[in-house]
Nanobody
Framework: QVQLVESGGGLVQAGGSLRLSCAASGRISSIENMGWYRQAPGKQRELVATITTGGSTNYADSVKGRFTISRDNAKNTVYLQMNSLRPEDTAVYYC?????????????WGQGTQVTVSS
């Protein structure tokens, strides 16, 4: 069984920073892309950033220049450094990863971590 566990969310003032972490654990043979999504109240879940095994990254326009995604393949962990946070960044942030486990490729989601940015 595979689990993604996020940590690092919280309450921060506008202009502040937070760092999210997401660790994958369990019976893992390989991990492809890892990423972060977010869902604000009353809105659809949206892509924030993704990173490939080789380190290529992709960002939503709304976070370019402020957020940085990275990963530690040895630890099966992906990070999201969030700087210059804005109230509109307030959302539940979800980790996402495509993982090979027991000969099956599947997409897994974490349970989500709340990020609240006050003005």
């Amino acid at each position: 069984q595979v689990q993604l566990v996020e940590s690092g969310g919280g309450l921060v003032q506008a202009g502040g920073s937070l760092r999210l972490s997401c660790a994958a654990s369990g019976r893992i043979s390989s991990i492809e892309n890892m990423g972060w999504y977010r869902q604000a109240p009353g809105k659809q879940r949206e892509l924030v950033a993704t990173i490939t095994t080789g380190g290529s990254t992709n960002y939503a326009d709304s976070v370019k220049g402020r957020f940085t995604i990275s990963r530690d393949n040895a630890k099966n962990t992906v990070y999201l450094q969030m700087n210059s946070l804005r109230p509109e960044d307030t959302a539940v942030y979800y980790c996402n990863s495509r993982i090979l486990s027991a000969a099956w490729w599947r997409t897994y989601w974490g349970q989500g971590t709340q990020v609240t940015v006050s003005s």
